[in-house]
């Protein structure tokens, strides 16, 4: 059945280069020297170790404990021992360093005692609860815990559900190869995500440059007995983003304030569904992924490959060219160079390609911007990429927001249509960054200021509690004098019988207010006794043996402090101690 189809604005047709890598069958990378695994494999929290170096682990073995509901747990790729709970280099443009947990492989490849399940007999909860356990998160590049992608919206019906298999990149063609010979086991993951969100229709998604994947796709469908529309979508980069893929077969377009699941629809990645049913039927955790080495190498391939994995090792598999001169993770258009060759293999690696200058020439020197409005036709989110360019380089980043910078995926179509080669993401990355940076030093300084306000409001409370209490108990002290004195006079002084007729009534009992005038009375006494004991302590020390020279000119100085009422007359501050 042919579908209508919707088209995204903008776009663009790069070289695929994908026929490299799909001319022979997946296989499994051969173990690495060592293994280092990042906690930290996904968006959401880091996960906590659970392991110390020495300790002994088997394959698919918990090494890192998610530590909250956005997170995913982490698995030891290999039997072997922890060498190391360290900090290691990331495969980041930042070439910033992460934990990591490092296990020396003792080549048994031996793994836990794996539980699989029928999930149809678990509730959705616990069936969410064993994918976040087993590590399994959007592996199309986002890494978001899909857990957390399988809850329905409570207020909006899903109607579709998005499975993308189109792979718009050039040379990564791991989706691809994974369609054509693991189509069933996609399809059942599928099924695990479509009976968890109920949505009234199924659509997959491929890139009609893939007809083996599709077609292999559509078996599998026919064989599983599920009714999912496998469909043919135009080539065109960035054809795979989630957003784009969801208007070409649905038609809605999702803003930038608002998630797919607001509009009744959820998009996820065919190798997520894969690793899935592996985790819920198989028992498995993600320990491992599909990654497609090409570029300037003999013998591209795709390669099952383990988590941890060192990049270098697993480059040298395909022979790389010796000119050779950097590895890039990810496409052409999206990927980067990575900061140290022996960086490992993670969640988000799909593919590695070999870097040369001779793949890809060095770019000409950029030019200054001539506002052709070249980047804003092939911009898939309708951005104005030359305003985001003038005022990024300018650091005006409060106008880069105005012009929705963050809606920016950084695809990079805008930076391959420049006629003047300028490189447009690079900028859009670098005014990001720098606002977040001033994000985060305005909340640390908004928490310190809240902090330093809460002090002082708990250090006013705390002096007004204090003389609260003082002032009740010298109210207290003072009434019970009172009640004293009166009970003392009433017994001295009463009357005799005959006069009782005529006698005055007794006075009545001080009241609150009475009372708390004689404690505020007494505070003051109290604190005029203070001071005068104070003064009586200061008096000027050896003046016994004075000239009567000295004694003068004391007592003229004393003359004068009198009269300007710093020292009561009464009290002459020469006056010595008996």
């Given at each position: 059945?042919?579908?209508?189809?919707?088209?995204?604005?903008?776009?663009?047709?790069?070289?695929?280069?994908?026929?490299?890598?799909?001319?022979?069958?997946?296989?499994?990378?051969?173990?690495?020297?060592?293994?280092?695994?990042?906690?930290?494999?996904?968006?959401?929290?880091?996960?906590?170790?659970?392991?110390?170096?020495?300790?002994?682990?088997?394959?698919?073995?918990?090494?890192?404990?998610?530590?909250?509901?956005?997170?995913?747990?982490?698995?030891?790729?290999?039997?072997?021992?922890?060498?190391?709970?360290?900090?290691?280099?990331?495969?980041?443009?930042?070439?910033?360093?992460?934990?990591?947990?490092?296990?020396?492989?003792?080549?048994?490849?031996?793994?836990?005692?794996?539980?699989?399940?029928?999930?149809?007999?678990?509730?959705?909860?616990?069936?969410?609860?064993?994918?976040?356990?087993?590590?399994?998160?959007?592996?199309?590049?986002?890494?978001?815990?899909?857990?957390?992608?399988?809850?329905?919206?409570?207020?909006?019906?899903?109607?579709?559900?998005?499975?993308?298999?189109?792979?718009?990149?050039?040379?990564?063609?791991?989706?691809?190869?994974?369609?054509?010979?693991?189509?069933?086991?996609?399809?059942?993951?599928?099924?695990?995500?479509?009976?968890?969100?109920?949505?009234?229709?199924?659509?997959?998604?491929?890139?009609?440059?893939?007809?083996?994947?599709?077609?292999?796709?559509?078996?599998?469908?026919?064989?599983?007995?599920?009714?999912?529309?496998?469909?043919?979508?135009?080539?065109?980069?960035?054809?795979?983003?989630?957003?784009?893929?969801?208007?070409?077969?649905?038609?809605?377009?999702?803003?930038?304030?608002?998630?797919?699941?607001?509009?009744?629809?959820?998009?996820?990645?065919?190798?997520?569904?894969?690793?899935?049913?592996?985790?819920?039927?198989?028992?498995?955790?993600?320990?491992?992924?599909?990654?497609?080495?090409?570029?300037?190498?003999?013998?591209?391939?795709?390669?099952?490959?383990?988590?941890?994995?060192?990049?270098?090792?697993?480059?040298?598999?395909?022979?790389?060219?010796?000119?050779?001169?950097?590895?890039?993770?990810?496409?052409?258009?999206?990927?980067?160079?990575?900061?140290?060759?022996?960086?490992?293999?993670?969640?988000?690696?799909?593919?590695?390609?070999?870097?040369?200058?001779?793949?890809?020439?060095?770019?000409?020197?950029?030019?200054?911007?001539?506002?052709?409005?070249?980047?804003?036709?092939?911009?898939?989110?309708?951005?104005?990429?030359?305003?985001?360019?003038?005022?990024?380089?300018?650091?005006?980043?409060?106008?880069?927001?105005?012009?929705?910078?963050?809606?920016?995926?950084?695809?990079?179509?805008?930076?391959?249509?420049?006629?003047?080669?300028?490189?447009?993401?690079?900028?859009?990355?670098?005014?990001?960054?720098?606002?977040?940076?001033?994000?985060?030093?305005?909340?640390?300084?908004?928490?310190?200021?809240?902090?330093?306000?809460?002090?002082?409001?708990?250090?006013?409370?705390?002096?007004?509690?204090?003389?609260?209490?003082?002032?009740?108990?010298?109210?207290?002290?003072?009434?019970?004098?009172?009640?004293?004195?009166?009970?003392?006079?009433?017994?001295?002084?009463?009357?005799?019988?005959?006069?009782?007729?005529?006698?005055?009534?007794?006075?009545?009992?001080?009241?609150?207010?009475?009372?708390?005038?004689?404690?505020?009375?007494?505070?003051?006494?109290?604190?005029?006794?203070?001071?005068?004991?104070?003064?009586?302590?200061?008096?000027?020390?050896n003046t016994d043996h004075l000239t009567p020279e000295q004694q003068r000119a004391a007592e003229e100085i004393e003359s004068r402090r009198t009269s300007a009422g710093l020292v009561p007359p009464e009290t002459p501050v020469n006056e010595?101690?008996?």
């Amino acid at each position: 059945m042919l579908m209508n189809l919707f088209k995204f604005k903008g776009g663009v047709k790069p070289p695929t280069n994908k026929t490299q890598s799909v001319g022979q069958p997946i296989a499994a990378a051969p173990l690495p020297s060592r293994l280092v695994v990042p906690l930290h494999q996904s968006i959401g929290g880091t996960p906590r170790p659970v392991v110390q170096a020495g300790d002994k682990v088997l394959k698919g073995q918990l090494i890192g404990e998610a530590d909250g509901w956005i997170s995913a747990a982490v698995h030891a790729p290999t039997s072997g021992t922890v060498v190391a709970v360290a900090m290691h280099v990331q495969p980041h443009p930042s070439g910033l360093d992460a934990l990591c947990v490092v296990i020396e492989p003792d080549g048994k490849d031996e793994w836990i005692t794996r539980q699989p399940v029928d999930y149809k007999a678990l509730t959705p909860e616990q069936v969410r609860e064993r994918l976040q356990q087993a590590g399994v998160v959007g592996l199309g590049g986002a890494v978001f815990p899909t857990h957390g992608k399988l809850t329905a919206s409570k207020t909006v019906a899903m109607e579709e559900m998005v499975v993308n298999g189109a792979e718009c990149e050039p040379f990564i063609t791991c989706d691809d190869l994974l369609m054509r010979e693991r189509a069933e086991e996609v399809v059942r993951g599928i099924g695990i995500f479509r009976d968890l969100l109920q949505p009234k229709k199924v659509l997959i998604g491929i890139e009609d440059n893939k007809p083996e994947a599709a077609e292999a796709m559509r078996a599998a469908v026919k064989a599983v007995g599920e009714n999912f529309e496998v469909v043919a979508v135009p080539t065109l980069y960035p054809a795979g983003g989630a957003k784009q893929l969801i208007r070409v077969l649905t038609g809605k377009e999702v803003p930038a304030s608002k998630r797919s699941t607001d509009l009744g629809v959820q998009c996820f990645n065919v190798a997520t569904a894969y690793t899935a049913w592996r985790a819920i039927a198989h028992g498995e955790p993600v320990v491992s992924r599909l990654v497609t080495i090409t570029g300037n190498v003999h013998e591209p391939r795709n390669y099952e490959v383990l988590i941890g994995t060192p990049m270098d090792e697993l480059l040298k598999l395909a022979t790389p060219h010796p000119d050779t001169d950097g590895i890039v993770m990810g496409g052409p258009m999206m990927g980067f160079l990575v900061p140290e060759p022996g960086v490992p293999v993670v969640k988000a690696t799909n593919c590695l390609i070999a870097h040369s200058d001779r793949l890809f020439p060095p770019k000409a020197p950029e030019m200054p911007c001539i506002r052709c409005g070249s980047c804003a036709q092939a911009c898939p989110h309708e951005l104005q990429p030359f305003e985001m360019y003038w005022f990024s380089r300018a650091k005006n980043f409060g106008k880069t927001q105005e012009y929705h910078i963050f809606d920016c995926i950084e695809c990079g179509c805008c930076s391959f249509v420049c006629p003047s080669r300028i490189p447009l993401v690079q900028y859009f990355r670098f005014a990001k960054s720098e606002i977040w940076a001033r994000e985060r030093e305005k909340n640390a300084a908004d928490q310190a200021k809240e902090r330093f306000e809460f002090k002082q409001f708990r250090e006013e409370r705390e002096k007004a509690e204090k003389a609260e209490k003082l002032a009740k108990a010298a109210a207290a002290q003072a009434a019970k004098k009172a009640a004293e004195a009166a009970a003392a006079a009433a017994a001295g002084d009463a009357p005799a019988p005959a006069a009782e007729a005529t006698a005055p009534a007794p006075a009545a009992a001080p009241s609150a207010a009475d009372a708390e005038k004689a404690a505020k009375l007494a505070t003051i006494q109290a604190a005029m006794e203070r001071a005068k004991a104070q003064r009586e302590a200061a008096q000027p020390k050896n003046t016994d043996h004075l000239t009567p020279e000295q004694q003068r000119a004391a007592e003229e100085i004393e003359s004068r402090r009198t009269s300007a009422g710093l020292v009561p007359p009464e009290t002459p501050v020469n006056e010595k101690s008996e």
